[in-house]
């Protein structure tokens, strides 16, 4: 080596890793162009906020043109109008239902690298929204929300395994916060959009939008880089410009400082050791043995209630408006505003919430209040006798943000829990997970929960709207809610109590 070699050496010692490489061949070393910015944990968040962000905005688009959409084009009756609404939009949640699991294994297990699924999804959401801009029949709008429902419950899963091993568990509350807050926008306000555009240009405006962001969305998809991948590069550049004597003795020095710290986790761990599986199936899928954990499937509950409730709404706000109020398709969008803004304010802060304090009381304080505000969605036909249209409409969007706020409370709350309970598991258990953390297969399950969710509140809620009344149907929600509440409070940081392998004796 030269004289100025060494000197270079030795003074870039000081600087950050990213510019003592900044010279290097591109070429020769195959680092990617933009590695640093491609594989920042800020655009990784972006990156997945915008899919998240696309997948919810493309589901909400078309909610307020359902009906138009059906009567217009598939020439529905009036009579069946709010049965095929309530399918639809099942069928969505169906299918991501279905391919969420799915996805976590193919994660986990079939690829390095997470790029490769989550670009599929995106094609599948392309596919979707050319069919639902001109399909002229009911079955040509079926396969267009199965293949959107198959592309979110693809983009949800990877997305939050990326997350959590992008900020870590203990950033992953304000993370998923702040980030639910942003596609809150989607979920509320795309229908506020789908209804502005279609009642301004017709379908062209909506759909034209809808693959603009698919377009966006993909190039964004395309240029991210993971951490994993990103520290490969970033390993074999340190190793090409390493003093070898020098990494020898820092690895060594790394381990035994670690040693006590590796002690003292097992030990915390040692409730949370699982037996060793016996079937072939667990064998092959070890995450089947943490299902029977009761915080984790209280975590999958609350869940599965928070897409419930979306769904409900989803279903039966634009009915309401249009039946009750004479609402057309952009006056009933703008009914989701106040729902959505209240999340969209609220959301960072209890997440933030979540990070300080934990899932138990957010939960708790969540639910208990989601209860009073689905009850009082009854005064405004209640009181419609009372009060003047305007008023009663007034009324009722002051109650939805009520509403809104309570989804802010609980937005975090499962995907967090579930996270906490998973890491657990799998630092006392590396070995049956292969070293690698199933957060793919765990948020595939979580995903596949809150797809059954969005399955089921569109349904229940319309089915109970029309049997029951809007009133009673969000009581009946309300009940729900408060056994939801007494749930999180029994089981929701509750610690295991298996002891060991050798004293397991459960079917496994």
């Not at 020095?253 to 037996?275: C, G, K």
């Not at 304010?345 to 957010?362: H, I, N, S």
């Not at 937005?411 to 657990?424: A, F, H, L």
Request: glycine share 10%; net charge neutral.
């Amino acid at each position: 080596m030269s004289p100025r070699g060494r000197t270079q050496s030795s003074s870039d010692s000081s600087l950050p890793s990213w510019t003592r490489f900044e010279n290097v061949d591109i070429k020769q070393s195959k680092v990617p162009l933009g590695l640093q910015w491609r594989s920042n944990a800020f655009y990784i968040c972006c990156t997945v906020g915008v899919g998240a962000f696309t997948d919810l905005f493309l589901y909400g688009l078309i909610v307020p043109i359902l009906p138009f959409l059906l009567q217009d084009r598939v020439n529905v009756p009036e009579s069946e109008l709010q049965s095929s609404i309530s399918y639809l939009l099942a069928i969505y949640a169906l299918a991501s239902c279905l391919a969420s699991p799915i996805a976590g294994v193919m994660a986990d297990k079939l690829s390095s690298s997470r790029q490769l699924p989550f670009l599929l999804g995106l094609v599948m959401l392309l596919l979707s929204t050319i069919l639902l801009a001109v399909g002229q029949n009911f079955a040509v709008l079926v396969i267009a929300r199965f293949l959107q429902g198959a592309s979110g419950g693809t983009v949800w899963t990877i997305g939050l395994a990326l997350l959590i091993e992008t900020v870590g568990q203990e950033n992953l509350g304000k993370t998923i916060g702040t980030i639910f807050s942003f596609i809150s926008v989607a979920g509320f306000f795309s229908p506020v959009v789908g209804g502005f555009l279609y009642a301004k240009s017709g379908y062209v405006g909506v759909f034209g939008v809808g693959i603009a962001l698919v377009s966006i969305d993909f190039i964004m998809r395309l240029l991210m880089i993971e951490k994993k991948v990103a520290a490969k590069y970033i390993d074999a550049l340190h190793k090409a410009f390493a003093d070898p004597a020098q990494s020898d003795s820092s690895e060594a020095a790394t381990v035994t400082a670690e040693t006590p710290l590796l002690s003292q986790r097992s030990a915390d761990l040692v409730n949370y050791r699982l037996p060793e599986p016996k079937q072939r199936i667990t064998r092959m899928l070890p995450i089947l043995l943490v299902l029977r954990d009761p915080g984790l499937l209280t975590a999958f509950f609350i869940g599965f209630m928070q897409a419930v409730l979306f769904g409900a709404f989803d279903a039966t706000i634009p009915i309401v408006a249009s039946s009750r109020y004479g609402f057309d398709s952009l006056k009933a969008g703008l009914l989701f505003v106040p729902l959505g803004g209240a999340d969209f304010l609220l959301g960072p802060v209890f997440g933030w919430c979540v990070d300080r304090w934990g899932t138990k009381p957010v939960s708790i304080f969540g639910f208990t209040f989601l209860v009073p505000a689905l009850v009082l969605l009854r005064l405004p036909t209640e009181v419609a006798t009372h009060l003047q249209r305007g008023h009663q409409i007034a009324l009722y969007a002051c109650l939805l943000a009520v509403n809104g706020m309570g989804l802010a409370i609980i937005n975090s709350t499962s995907i967090v829990e579930s996270g906490n309970v998973m890491e657990k598991y799998w630092k006392a258990n590396s070995e049956l997970f292969e070293g690698q953390a199933p957060y793919a297969q765990l948020y595939g399950i979580n995903s596949m929960i809150w797809s059954a969710g969005l399955t089921v509140g569109p349904l229940v809620g319309g089915y109970l709207r029309e049997r029951i009344g809007y009133g009673n149907m969000n009581a009946v929600l309300a009940g729900v809610c408060a056994a939801t509440a007494v749930l999180a409070a029994l089981f929701i940081g509750r610690k295991v109590e298996i002891k060991s392998r050798a004293d397991e004796g459960e079917i496994n």
